[in-house]
C-alpha cells in the first residue's frame, strides 16, 4: 500500500509542478521573428511570496520497521496529502495588472500590450501595435504602420509613412502623421485629427482618410482629407488651415445628426467670412468658402447655408494635444 502512495505522490508532484513552471507563453501560430523588441516591467512582490522559481518535492520514503500502516491510515495520508497540495495557502493573491513599456527597434516589428495601460513604441520598420486592454498609447515613427488600440481610451499617434490607425472600442484619440493615413474611429465617441499643423499654421499631414464608425465623433480635417462620419452625431471640424490649399471632403453630412465648425486664427484672420456655393455640375455638392477660398466640398449637400456652420475662434484643442 505504502508503493501504491508512493506512486500516487510523484504523479501529484507531476502535476503540480506544472503549474509553476508555465509562463506567458507567445502565439504559436506567428512565427515572425520579432526584431530588437525590449519590454521593461518592474515585478511586485507577492504576499506569501511563492514566486514561479519555487519549488516544491514530494519523495516516497518507506515506512519504520515497527509500523504496520493499514487501510485506514493509508487513506488519511493520502487525504492529508491532497488538502496539502490544493491547499490555497500554495496560491499567491491575485495582484492587479502592470503597465507595459515595448519598444520595437528599426525592423518590420509586432507588439501587444497586455491588460494594463501600456504604452507600446514601433521605432522605425513596418510595425503592427495592438493595445488589446487597458487605455494605451500606441506611437510609431517611420514606416508604413499598424496600430490598434483595442479596448479601452486610447491615443494613437502615426508616423512619417502611411499608417492605418484603428482606434476600437472606447473613446479614442488618433493623430495622423505626415504621410497619407487610415483613421477609423470603431464604437465609442472618438476623435480622429488628420490636421498637422507646423509653426507657420500649415498642415503637413498627407492626405487621409477619416472614418468616425459608431459614437459621436469628432473629426478634424486636413488639406486633401476625406471625412466620413458613420454613426452617430458627428462633428466635422474645418479650419483656416484649409483655406488656398487642398480642400477637405466631407462624403456623409446629415444636417439632421452632424455639425461643422469652421475655425479660424484671430490673430491671422481679424474677420471671417464664411459662405457656400455649389456648382451647376454638381447641384447636390457645396463649396464652404473662408473668405472666399474653398476650405471643403461637401456632398448630399442639399440646402446647406452658411447659418448651419458654426465660427469658432481658436483651433479645437485636440490638435494642441498632439
Not at 519555487?54 to 491510515?73: C, G, R
Amino acid at each position: 500500500m505504502w508503493m501504491f502512495f508512493g506512486l500516487l505522490a510523484a504523479v501529484a508532484a507531476a502535476s503540480f509542478s506544472d503549474v509553476f513552471v508555465g509562463s506567458g507563453g507567445d502565439e504559436d501560430e506567428e512565427k515572425e521573428p520579432e526584431t530588437d523588441v525590449k519590454s521593461f516591467r518592474e515585478e511586485a512582490p507577492s504576499t506569501p511570496d511563492f514566486g514561479l522559481s519555487d519549488t516544491i518535492t514530494l519523495t516516497e520514503q518507506a515506512p519504520p520497521p515497527w509500523s504496520q500502516p493499514d487501510h485506514e491510515t493509508d487513506m488519511g495520508l493520502f487525504d492529508d496529502l491532497h488538502e496539502r497540495i490544493h491547499s490555497s495557502d500554495l496560491y499567491p493573491p491575485a495582484l492587479p495588472p502592470e503597465p507595459v513599456f515595448l519598444e520595437g527597434g528599426d525592423g518590420d516589428d509586432r507588439l501587444r500590450g497586455a491588460v494594463a495601460d501600456d504604452t507600446l513604441s514601433g521605432g522605425g520598420g513596418n510595425d503592427v501595435l495592438i493595445g488589446a486592454g487597458g487605455n494605451n498609447l500606441l506611437r510609431v515613427e517611420s514606416g508604413d504602420n499598424h496600430l490598434i488600440g483595442g479596448e479601452g481610451d486610447d491615443t494613437l499617434i502615426g508616423g512619417t509613412g502611411n499608417d492605418t490607425l484603428e482606434g476600437g472600442w472606447g473613446d479614442d484619440l488618433l493623430f495622423a502623421g505626415g504621410g497619407d493615413n487610415v483613421l477609423i474611429g470603431g464604437a465609442g465617441d472618438d476623435t480622429l485629427v488628420g490636421a498637422v499643423l507646423d509653426d507657420t499654421g500649415h498642415d503637413r499631414s498627407g492626405e487621409n482618410f477619416l472614418n468616425g464608425g459608431a459614437g459621436d465623433d469628432l473629426l478634424i480635417a486636413g488639406q486633401g482629407d476625406t471625412l466620413n462620419g458613420g454613426e452617430g452625431d458627428d462633428t466635422f471640424a474645418l479650419g483656416d488651415w484649409l483655406a488656398g490649399r487642398a480642400p477637405a471632403t466631407i462624403v456623409d453630412y446629415s444636417p439632421d445628426q452632424d455639425q461643422i465648425v469652421l475655425h479660424y486664427d484671430p490673430e491671422r484672420l481679424s474677420q471671417p467670412d464664411v459662405s457656400v456655393t455649389f456648382s451647376p455640375e454638381r447641384p447636390d455638392m457645396a463649396d464652404i468658402r473662408l473668405n472666399g477660398l474653398i476650405v471643403a466640398h461637401v456632398t448630399n449637400a442639399s440646402g446647406l447655408t452658411a447659418d448651419a456652420i458654426a465660427i469658432v475662434s481658436g483651433h479645437p484643442a485636440a490638435m494642441a494635444a498632439q
